[in-house]
């Protein structure tokens, strides 16, 4: 039987966010064309790791500069965590569907090995690594101050 | 400090690029998408007290931003009644936002599947989703998840001229025969 070999982009979850990390620059600003500088997605990714950094909108300064530095530890910190966490979402999700369930399958629940899988998580992957417009932060920032579950409509937009 | 986690917190700022991407698969228009995620975040942190912390975020917040544009492209097919075919032209009209080739052809195609294959191959094949997680998020049996997924692929792969190569084509079968074939010989 004939199988196409599995490309590095062919990861389970978790594994975009990863590729994320490391950034395409140079493909970077062509399809959501926001044109944000290079600080706000590295320092998203930045803390995501196990050591967490505080988060990103809170601080009041988004070096763009330190959030280079700490997007290498975040993605290693994320590859080494990612499968665990995996395990943990498969099985409450068999929890949930108790009885109606046939068992997980691969984590990808599709063959990631054919080439229609590959293409399609490539453009994917595109989408992925685009930069975080500033607004997402701004929001986030906000709703900040006020505590989760707590009242609507104080950090919305206003719709 | 607020009740939330510094761990959720990370893992809501890192879902961002999730969200987005499938916003714009589902919405075509970058704009649109961007509201749909800014909805879910404020969305997300309210509700959050509700959720439970190690269960899968990023399907949750997944399932909020799906209701969110299905509740959205309720109100407006009622305000608008003729959208057939908007979403194909935004996306047509805008090859300039999409750079490559490939990439076009491949956000065209998906364009043309009935949303709830789209969103199921999108949540599967792209996203990376298990089919149980993707079940969960669109509200519908595995099964269903099954088969959509298994439609989607059959289009899409007709729609880019791309061979379905192991699960579906007819070389797997051929492969087979030629393996007992050969270990017959033996």
Same mark, same amino acid.
């Given at each position: 039987?004939? #199988?196409?070999?599995?490309?590095?982009?062919?990861?389970?979850?978790?594994?975009?966010?990863?590729?994320?990390?490391?950034?395409?620059?140079?493909?970077?600003? +062509?399809?959501?064309?926001?044109?944000?500088?290079?600080?706000?997605?590295?320092?998203?990714?930045?803390?995501?790791?196990?050591?967490?950094?505080?988060?990103?909108?809170?601080?009041?300064?988004?070096?763009?500069?330190?959030?280079?530095?700490?997007?290498? +530890? +975040?993605?290693?910190?994320?590859?080494?965590?990612?499968?665990?966490?995996?395990? #943990?979402?498969? #099985?409450?999700?068999?929890?949930?569907?108790?009885?109606?369930?046939?068992?997980?399958?691969?984590?990808?629940?599709?063959?990631?090995?054919?080439?229609?899988?590959? #293409?399609?998580?490539?453009?994917?992957?595109?989408?992925?690594?685009?930069?975080?417009?500033?607004?997402?932060?701004?929001?986030?920032?906000?709703?900040?101050?006020?505590?989760?579950?707590?009242?609507?409509?104080?950090?919305?937009?206003?719709? | 400090?607020?009740?939330?986690?510094?761990?959720?917190?990370?893992?809501?700022?890192?879902?961002?690029?999730?969200?987005?991407?499938?916003?714009?698969?589902?919405?075509?228009?970058?704009?649109?998408?961007? /509201?749909?995620?800014?909805?879910?975040?404020?969305?997300?942190?309210?509700? *959050? /007290?509700?959720?439970?912390?190690?269960?899968? *975020?990023?399907?949750?917040?997944?399932?909020? *931003?799906?209701? %969110?544009?299905?509740?959205?492209?309720?109100?407006?097919?009622?305000?608008?009644?003729?959208?057939?075919?908007?979403?194909?032209?935004?996306?047509?009209?805008?090859?300039?936002?999409?750079?490559?080739?490939?990439?076009?052809?491949?956000?065209?195609?998906?364009?043309? *599947?009935?949303?709830?294959? =789209?969103?199921?191959?999108?949540?599967?094949?792209?996203?990376?989703?298990?089919?149980?997680?993707?079940?969960?998020?669109?509200?519908?049996?595995?099964?269903?998840?099954?088969? =959509?997924?298994?439609?989607?692929?059959?289009?899409?792969?007709?729609?880019?001229?791309?061979?379905?190569?192991? /699960?579906?084509?007819?070389?797997?079968?051929?492969?087979?025969?030629?393996? %007992?074939?050969?270990?017959?010989? =033996?």
């Amino acid at each position: 039987m004939v #199988q196409p070999p599995v490309e590095a982009n062919a990861l389970p979850a978790g594994g975009f966010q990863k590729k994320c990390g490391t950034g395409n620059r140079d493909r970077t600003g +062509a399809l959501l064309g926001s044109g944000i500088g290079p600080g706000g997605l590295h320092v998203a990714f930045a803390a995501r790791g196990n050591r967490l950094a505080p988060a990103p909108w809170r601080g009041n300064d988004m070096s763009s500069d330190e959030g280079k530095t700490n997007t290498a +530890a +975040a993605a290693t910190a994320q590859a080494g965590a990612a499968p665990a966490s995996k395990d #943990q979402n498969v #099985q409450m999700m068999a929890n949930v569907n108790n009885g109606e369930l046939q068992p997980p399958e691969g984590p990808s629940g599709m063959e990631a090995s054919d080439a229609l899988g590959r #293409q399609l998580k490539k453009v994917y992957g595109k989408l992925l690594s685009e930069p975080v417009p500033d607004k997402f932060f701004e929001l986030l920032k906000k709703l900040d101050q006020i505590p989760p579950g707590g009242k609507p409509d104080s950090g919305s937009k206003g719709t | 400090m607020t009740v939330a986690s510094e761990q959720t917190q990370a893992e809501l700022v890192a879902a961002i690029p999730n969200l987005r991407a499938f916003a714009l698969s589902l919405a075509g228009n970058v704009d649109r998408a961007d /509201d749909l995620v800014q909805e879910t975040l404020v969305k997300a942190w309210h509700k *959050l /007290d509700t959720f439970q912390d190690g269960t899968n *975020l990023k399907a949750w917040l997944f399932t909020i *931003l799906r209701n %969110a544009f299905y509740s959205d492209l309720r109100k407006h097919r009622r305000e608008t009644p003729d959208v057939d075919g908007e979403h194909a032209m935004r996306l047509a009209s805008h090859p300039e936002q999409h750079g490559h080739l490939d990439m076009q052809e491949m956000l065209q195609a998906l364009d043309k *599947l009935p949303e709830e294959q =789209r969103e199921a191959v999108l949540l599967v094949g792209a996203e990376g989703f298990a089919y149980e997680e993707a079940a969960e998020i669109c509200g519908c049996a595995v099964g269903t998840i099954k088969s =959509r997924v298994n439609r989607a692929r059959n289009k899409l792969a007709e729609l880019m001229h791309i061979t379905p190569e192991d /699960d579906f084509g007819p070389d797997r079968l051929g492969v087979t025969v030629l393996a %007992a074939a050969q270990g017959a010989k =033996r």
